[in-house]
């Protein structure tokens, strides 16, 4: 909870610690409402500290007695604060004794160690160490844990912590031991430890070296049937990881544990990762195929952890992005290889760009815009973003671009090399990929320190008598919180060139062959000017390839140009670019008919354009699916100067239902021509085939006649799959005929399927015939349960951020329960009180009465008693001029 004055950590104040750690002995005596905590720490006095006091972090513990160097330190022998433990002056080395307590089961803030569904479970990263016992718990202290593990034998016959098993036995008081030894250093917030009533998939798996080690999924009793696709993937990651960048576990073993409450997607603990079930628990029955692939993509992540931010780790936590773009980037790769397709890794891709927009660009563009490696924060927890992570993923995306995947493979082991076993910075990776290909990329640091989405404005000009074709870029970046004035960043920007007949140019440019069809240029001006030469007749450009940088893109298509490219551009990523263009262009006209109360109209060239890529058999289902969905009403609202949510969701939904009722005879044509019979598989041609199918079911029930609730509704009662029948629920809730009787039917049959239940209230929530009254109501429901992160999201995220017509309604009603729900969540769970709080941030943008009913709606959370330094930080920032 939060101090009297929070407090503004910044990142040009690090300084080294006082002590280097080099080993901890833990003891747990496990008990929900009285855990013992026992460490002996051994010390020494860092010579490039500044100070000769030892300081230790706590929170929510109890000191129970404290000795140095065999000991016991009285009260004046060192100061206990309310968040720290200090003994001043201490000698050169110490071994300190420290013994604690805490109440497990109290904890519902869900960091350090707690109780869920009776089980003992921890959440480190980011301070979570200092919940459980005093420590330096910084990430650039890394020592050798050694740890003991005390329960009873009946309600927690599964003991594990990280690294390897050394001994376990009974304790002859209907208790057991287990005791752990993790080899390497590692900073606290890698700790981890479970003790619950669990069972395991457990498979001995060969290294490329030939070495074997025991892999486990731990879960509880019920679910050992969800765990195969889990295992795979863990499976697939360790192969992709040693092929692709020579990495090999460095363990025995290695533990995946599924937790039904869980802050996070996953955790990277060495040896231990502990795993929220949403990323864990699959089967045809209950997971979609959007649950596989996040599945798929979480384990692998968390793996890659293993070595970038685990063997590598970060000095300080403005370095995040160090570990976490990074393995972002990495995990992105991984899922693209496995769908082993140049059209599946390019829907991947498509993925990624979408998840910028809707997401990110609004962060860069809001109160809590920060650089990806921030300069200040007041609560760690709050930089556990977008930014961090899929903008930091960007960066590093960056570097492969310019150096090549075979410079960027150079970069990774020399960073390896230098690095391996330390708490390192953002600038010694930069360093590393420019010292193993010899290139400099000091500008590039631009993309760590400076905030906001940078602004490429591209102008051509072609000169039929030199057969040349120029363009200029030009740069800028808007202003952001505390940074004005921004400096050039260092842009690749991949370019192709496409003649009349959609044919790529072969590219020369300033006189260099490009031996290629794509050409990267090196924008680091304000303003650039590259000459492509042999261009034999005025070509249609096709800028930023592949989405090259995440930058927005300013360049005055023509509508005919946007066809060509929609039509015929051999870059599936621009290819779906040209058709959102198109798309968006019309949707800002009709939010502003919309706003006016005009009559909406939608052309007829679109409408064939949409009508061509549907009924086009060469391309793949899965891209088709994504040419064919529309701009979200969140990044509709990030074109406009004033949001108004009503006029959006109307623009958005008359051009929905035009294209339904004027392409209904091919959307009844790919649903049948796309079905997947037999039995389920998540790999990625039948999942782009469910995907297409499903979306032409969903246009198909904007408007439904008797014929289409009826495909609908049998599709629901034949579906094999959770993605088929899911589909059709949801079609059916859109469509606004009575979804009733289906609800009861979806929540009696999976009744005691959580990750399932989770889905009901998210379908639900997200649904724009969902008023506050619904929502209100499905809060009151037996299932519901806001203490659980996984349930909380499912509804109250869904309507406050998937919902906008429904969250604005002019009356002020969904900011209302907004402001209800952050403040208690607030008491509860401060994180996830926090990443609800964001879904006001960027009040100031809306239409006039809707931007005052949210400003008191923040007031009346800041005003709030008891509020967390996690939703303080949000709405303080909120509400700042």
């Known amino acids: 909870?939060?101090?009297?004055?929070?407090?503004?950590?910044?990142?040009?104040?690090?300084?080294?610690?006082?002590?280097?750690?080099?080993?901890?002995?833990?003891?747990?005596?496990?008990?929900?409402?009285?855990?013992?905590?026992?460490?002996?720490?051994?010390?020494?006095?860092?010579?490039?500290?500044?100070?000769?006091?030892?300081?230790?972090?706590?929170?929510?513990?109890?000191?129970?007695?404290?000795?140095?160097?065999?000991?016991t330190l009285e009260p004046g022998q060192y100061l206990l604060g309310a968040n720290t433990l200090?003994?001043?002056?201490?000698?050169?080395?110490?071994?300190?004794?420290?013994?604690?307590?805490?109440?497990?089961?109290?904890?519902t803030t869900l960091s350090g160690l707690y109780v869920s569904n009776g089980s003992f479970y921890t959440q480190c990263e980011a301070e979570g160490f200092r919940r459980i016992t005093y420590f330096p718990d910084r990430p650039d202290v890394m020592a050798k844990y050694t740890v003991m593990l005390r329960a009873d034998k009946e309600r927690y016959p599964v003991l594990l912590s990280n690294g390897n098993l050394l001994e376990q036995g009974d304790l002859g008081d209907g208790r057991h031991y287990a005791k752990w030894e993790d080899p390497f250093k590692k900073p606290s917030y890698l700790f981890a430890l479970v003790a619950a009533k669990l069972v395991c998939q457990e498979e001995t798996y060969t290294l490329k070296s030939g070495r074997e080690v025991l892999l486990q999924v731990w879960v509880e009793e019920g679910n050992l049937d969800k765990t195969d696709y889990a295992m795979q993937s863990l499976k697939n990651s360790i192969r992709w990881d040693e092929e692709r960048f020579g990495l090999e576990l460095d363990l025995d073993r290695f533990m995946i544990v599924a937790v039904g409450d869980f802050n996070m997607g996953a955790m990277e603990n060495k040896g231990l990762n502990i795993f929220n079930t949403k990323f864990v628990l699959a089967n045809p029955r209950t997971a979609t195929d959007i649950d596989y692939a996040g599945i798929e993509a979480v384990v692998g992540h968390e793996y890659f952890h293993n070595w970038t931010g685990n063997r590598v780790t970060c000095r300080d936590w403005f370095q995040l992005s160090l570990k976490e773009g990074l393995t972002v980037f990495r995990d992105q790769e991984f899922s693209a290889d496995m769908i082993g397709t140049a059209s599946g890794r390019a829907v991947t891709r498509i993925d990624q760009v979408r998840t910028l927009r809707q997401a990110q660009f609004p962060e860069d563009a809001g109160p809590m815009a920060h650089p990806v490696r921030p300069d200040s924060f007041v609560e760690i927890n709050n930089f556990y973003t977008v930014t961090v992570y899929e903008k930091g993923a960007e960066v590093v995306r960056m570097y492969q671009t310019l150096l090549g995947r075979e410079g960027f493979r150079k970069g990774m082991d020399l960073?390896?090399?230098?690095?391996?076993?330390?708490?390192?910075?953002?600038?010694?990776?930069?360093?590393?990929?420019?010292?193993?290909?010899?290139v400099d990329l000091t500008q590039f640091e631009r993309w760590y320190s400076q905030a906001g989405t940078p602004v490429v404005t591209a102008t051509t000009q072609y000169d039929p008598a030199d057969q040349t074709y120029?363009?200029?870029?030009?740069?800028?970046?808007?202003?952001?919180?505390?940074?004005?004035?921004?400096?050039p960043f260092h842009i690749p920007v991949a370019?192709?060139?496409?003649?009349?007949?959609?044919?790529?140019?072969?590219?020369?440019?300033?006189?260099?062959?490009?031996?290629?069809?794509?050409?990267v240029l090196d924008f680091t001006e304000e303003e650039q000017t590259f000459r492509f030469t042999n261009v034999k007749e005025k070509p249609v450009p096709s800028i930023l390839r592949d989405f090259s940088a995440p930058v927005v893109l300013e360049y005055d298509y023509t509508d005919a140009e946007l066809l060509h490219l929609f039509r015929y551009d051999s870059d599936a990523v621009n290819r779906w670019e040209a058709g959102q263009r198109l798309a968006m262009e019309r949707l800002l006209k009709l939010a502003k008919a919309a706003a006016a109360g005009a009559e909406l109209a939608l052309d007829d060239t679109f409408i064939a354009a949409q009508r061509a890529v549907l009924a086009d058999a060469s391309l793949d289902p899965a891209f088709r699916e994504q040419a064919l969905i529309l701009p979200s009403e969140t990044i509709i609202a990030e074109s406009m100067d004033v949001v108004d949510p009503q006029a959006i969701h109307a623009a958005r939904q008359f051009m929905r239902r035009t294209l339904a009722r004027e392409l209904a005879p091919e959307l009844l044509a790919q649903y049948e021509a796309n079905l997947t019979p037999g039995p389920y598989s998540p790999d990625a041609q039948s999942a782009g085939k469910r995907g297409l199918k499903n979306l032409a079911l969903a246009y198909l029930m904007i408007e439904p006649g008797p014929a289409e609730l009826k495909l609908a509704?049998?599709?629901?009662?034949?579906?094999?799959?959770?993605?088929?029948?899911?589909?059709?629920?949801?079609?059916?809730?859109?469509?606004?005929?009575?979804?009733?009787?289906?609800?009861?039917?979806?929540?009696?049959?999976?009744?005691?399927?959580?990750?399932?239940?989770?889905?009901?209230?998210?379908?639900?929530?997200?649904?724009?015939?969902?008023?506050?009254?619904?929502?209100?109501?499905?809060?009151?429901?037996?299932?519901?349960?806001?203490?659980?992160?996984?349930?909380?999201?499912?509804?109250?995220?869904?309507?406050?951020?998937?919902?906008?017509?429904?969250?604005?309604?002019?009356?002020?009603?969904?900011?209302?329960?907004?402001?209800?729900?952050?403040?208690?969540?607030?008491?509860?769970?401060?994180?996830?009180?926090?990443?609800?709080?964001?879904?006001?941030?960027?009040?100031?943008?809306?239409?006039?009465?809707?931007?005052?009913?949210?400003?008191?709606?923040?007031?009346?959370?800041?005003?709030?008693?008891?509020?967390?330094?996690?939703?303080?930080?949000?709405?303080?920032?909120?509400?700042?001029?």
């Not at 120029?470 to 400096?487: A, F, M, S």
């Not at 192709?496 to 590219?507: K, P, V």
């Open 1 to 71: 909870m939060r101090t009297d004055s929070p407090q503004t950590i910044f990142r040009k104040d690090y300084t080294p610690p006082s002590y280097l750690v080099h080993t901890v002995e833990l003891g747990f005596d496990l008990d929900p409402a009285r855990t013992i905590v026992a460490s002996r720490v051994t010390l020494t006095r860092n010579p490039d500290g500044k100070s000769k006091d030892i300081v230790l972090h706590g929170e929510d513990i109890e000191l129970v007695a404290l000795r140095m160097n065999g000991k």
């Open 86 to 107: 200090t003994i001043p002056k201490a000698p050169q080395q110490a071994t300190l004794e420290i013994e604690t307590l805490c109440a497990p089961v109290n904890n």
């Open 415 to 438: 960073y390896f090399q230098r690095h391996d076993g330390q708490a390192v910075q953002c600038d010694d990776f930069r360093a590393a990929m420019a010292d193993a290909n010899g």
């Open 470 to 487: 120029e363009i200029t870029l030009r740069q800028r970046c808007p202003d952001t919180p505390g940074q004005t004035n921004k400096l």
């Open 495 to 519: 370019v192709g060139l496409l003649d009349a007949e959609g044919n790529d140019i072969a590219l020369a440019v300033d006189g260099k062959v490009v031996g290629a069809t794509t050409a």
């Open 713 to 881: 509704q049998q599709q629901f009662d034949d579906a094999s799959n959770m993605t088929d029948r899911a589909s059709a629920l949801v079609s059916l809730i859109h469509s606004g005929s009575d979804a009733a009787p289906y609800l009861q039917r979806f929540y009696d049959e999976f009744e005691n399927e959580a990750l399932v239940i989770d889905k009901w209230f998210a379908m639900q929530g997200a649904s724009p015939h969902t008023g506050i009254a619904k929502v209100r109501e499905l809060m009151q429901h037996p299932a519901f349960n806001i203490k659980n992160p996984n349930r909380a999201r499912s509804l109250l995220f869904s309507y406050c951020n998937a919902n906008p017509a429904q969250f604005h309604a002019h009356d002020g009603s969904g900011y209302a329960l907004w402001a209800e729900n952050v403040i208690q969540l607030n008491a509860i769970n401060p994180q996830v009180a926090a990443r609800l709080a964001r879904s006001l941030d960027r009040w100031r943008r809306y239409v006039p009465d809707l931007q005052d009913q949210m400003r008191r709606a923040l007031e009346k959370v800041a005003a709030s008693p008891g509020l967390s330094n996690d939703v303080n930080e949000v709405v303080s920032k909120a509400l700042a001029n």
